[in-house]
């Protein structure tokens, strides 16, 4: 599986935006460019996902840098339930990757 | 719509016995999988479902597990017989399709004492 590296950790404030970056330079032209987050105490949920163009949805907005080498997830106004872990992870847009491989993710913090 | 439910949310048992971990998908999801997180460490796939055939156990750690889904609703995963090193929390997910968002369930936390 191609291999994601995300920062250990991050610090925002309260509304304020937040830009968490994720590293793959090996992606392939067919892996999508899945985020995921996992708050305390509960199950990873499924945030955004993208090819190539930029993507926005409620939750958040996922910027992809033309090479496709890098991504960066950005909350607009951040707020204290997103504080959280944030995973980066890539899949096979032909499906053959369809388990999802957990990194270490970025440990957002939001401050009040 | 329901989400994912996993029963029980915790289950504390003793090296040697039995534990019957239960998930029930979102309705209509054909795919299913159970992934787990030890103490410390990153969360691993276990197995994958299409309806109620097993595509994938490459996650699964050894023969004292044995996940089932019958009839292609909810799945089980036992573990017999529990050894320490099966604490943590085991999560299932659901998807409509294989390449699809997987939606989580709350997870279990399996401690084995």
């Known amino acids: 599986d191609a291999k994601t590296t995300q920062p250990n950790s991050m610090e925002s404030n309260e509304e304020e935006p937040v830009h968490l970056p994720c590293n793959h330079s090996t992606i392939s032209g067919t892996d999508y460019i899945h985020w995921y987050r996992q708050l305390p105490s509960q199950g990873p949920e499924y945030v955004i996902h993208?090819?190539?163009s930029n993507v926005n949805n409620r939750m958040a907005s996922l910027a992809i840098a033309e090479d496709r080498k890098s991504s960066t997830l950005i909350l607009h106004r951040a707020t204290l339930r997103d504080a959280a872990v944030y995973y980066c992870i890539l899949r096979d847009k032909g499906g053959s990757n369809y388990k999802l491989t957990f990194g270490k993710g970025t440990l957002l913090t939001v401050n009040p | 719509e329901a989400g994912v439910t996993q029963f029980p949310s915790h289950s504390v048992i003793e090296k040697g016995q039995t534990v019957t971990l239960r998930c029930d998908p979102i309705s209509g999801h054909d795919n299913l999988y159970w992934y787990r997180r030890v103490m410390g460490k990153e969360i691993k796939f276990l197995l994958h479902f299409v309806k109620e055939s097993k595509q994938d156990e490459s996650g699964m750690p050894n023969n004292r597990f044995l996940a089932e889904r019958t009839g292609g609703t909810y799945s089980t995963l036992k573990v017999q017989p529990a050894e320490l090193e099966d604490s943590g929390v085991y999560f299932c997910?659901?998807?409509?399709?294989?390449?699809?968002?997987?939606?989580f369930g709350p997870g279990t936390r399996l401690t084995v004492l």
């Open positions: 993208g090819l190539t």
């Open positions: 997910a659901s998807s409509q399709q294989r390449t699809t968002a997987q939606y």
